[in-house]
């Protein structure tokens, strides 16, 4: 396993030279850099175990829609020893985050704009006395 020190400061998807980060001027890249390397590649600082934290990154990035950021926790966790289950789990649960924040965000419209099209009348019905 490489040293801490021989991580690239910027996290890429590949080893191909990149034009991501191109319009972040060097300060910023240079503290994104840091928080990344420190979030990823610092074992005695880290809580969560490697493989369910790239599990989590994938889910995260799935959510976000992140595609670089997809193609490089995906390699990282099969590289842990992620299993296609818990791969696939951890997209059912990215899924079901993202659909959750769907209902939520047209409950807020909902309640704002006063609509309720298709009341819950068994909630009603099964609360009365």
Same mark, same amino acid.
């Given at each position: 396993?490489?040293?801490?020190?021989?991580?690239?400061?910027?996290?890429?998807?590949?080893?191909?030279?990149?034009?991501?980060?191109?319009?972040?001027?060097?300060?910023?890249?240079?503290?994104?850099?840091?928080?990344?390397?420190?979030?990823?590649?610092?074992? #005695?600082?880290?809580?969560?175990?490697?493989? %369910?934290? !790239?599990? $989590?990154? +994938? =889910? &995260? @990035?799935?959510? /976000?829609?992140?595609?670089?950021?997809?193609?490089?926790?995906?390699?990282?966790?099969? #590289?842990?020893?992620?299993?296609?289950?818990? %791969?696939? !789990?951890? $997209?059912? +649960? =990215? &899924? @079901?985050?993202? /659909?959750?924040?769907?209902?939520?965000?047209?409950?807020?419209?909902?309640?704002?704009?006063?609509?309720?099209?298709?009341?819950?009348?068994?909630?009603?019905?099964?609360?009365?006395?």
């Amino acid at each position: 396993m490489p040293d801490a020190t021989d991580e690239p400061l910027l996290p890429t998807a590949g080893n191909t030279p990149s034009r991501s980060y191109s319009m972040l001027e060097p300060r910023m890249k240079k503290v994104y850099g840091a928080y990344y390397k420190e979030l990823y590649y610092t074992p #005695e600082r880290r809580v969560l175990d490697p493989k %369910i934290q !790239e599990l $989590i990154s +994938i =889910a &995260a @990035a799935l959510v /976000a829609k992140c595609e670089g950021c997809l193609d490089g926790h995906m390699k990282k966790a099969l #590289e842990l020893g992620a299993t296609k289950e818990e %791969i696939s !789990e951890t $997209i059912c +649960i =990215a &899924a @079901a985050i993202n /659909a959750a924040a769907m209902i939520d965000l047209s409950d807020r419209c909902a309640e704002r704009l006063n609509l309720n099209h298709f009341p819950n009348t068994s909630t009603a019905a099964s609360s009365a006395p």
